[in-house]
């Protein structure tokens, strides 16, 4: 089982930075590809970004791709997600996900990702 805390979330203004962190179970980053995916209110859940298992492969999902990256810290077992020129329309709760495929991130709305965090609200005022 793999557990993920994610965390770093808040309220920003339009143009602000946040970073989010996702605290994963022992050796779940060597192991497993690990990303981001959004919700917003009355909306799908929407890709945003994901990370190899080595850390050599990163993809974005169009509407963040130049402005959020994406890292992780195998020794400290936690992920990151810096989100840069933030927009109101980046508001939502922000999850963690992990899985040992990569390509089940690119399923909708990432319905064949393993295992899943509890979310982060993020909230960009206009």
């Known amino acids: 089982q793999v557990h993920l805390v994610e965390s770093g979330g808040g309220l920003v203004q339009d143009g602000g930075s946040l970073r989010l962190s996702c605290a994963a179970s022992?050796?779940?980053?060597?192991?497993?590809?690990m990303g981001w995916f959004r919700q917003a209110p009355g909306k799908e859940r929407e890709f945003v970004s994901v990370?190899?298992?080595?850390?050599?492969?990163?993809y974005y999902g169009a509407s963040v791709n130049g402005r959020f990256t994406i890292s992780k810290d195998n020794a400290k077992n936690t992920v990151y997600l810096q989100m840069d020129k933030l927009l109101p329309d980046d508001t939502a709760v922000y999850y963690c996900?992990?899985?040992?495929?990569?390509?089940?991130?690119?399923?909708?709305?990432?319905?064949?990702?393993?295992?899943w965090g509890q979310g982060t609200q993020v909230t960009v005022s206009s």
């Open positions: 990370i190899s298992s080595d850390g050599s492969i990163t």
């Open positions: 022992e050796r779940t980053l060597s192991v497993y590809a």
């Open positions: 996900a992990a899985d040992r495929s990569i390509v089940d991130f690119t399923t909708r709305a990432g319905r064949r990702v393993r295992f």
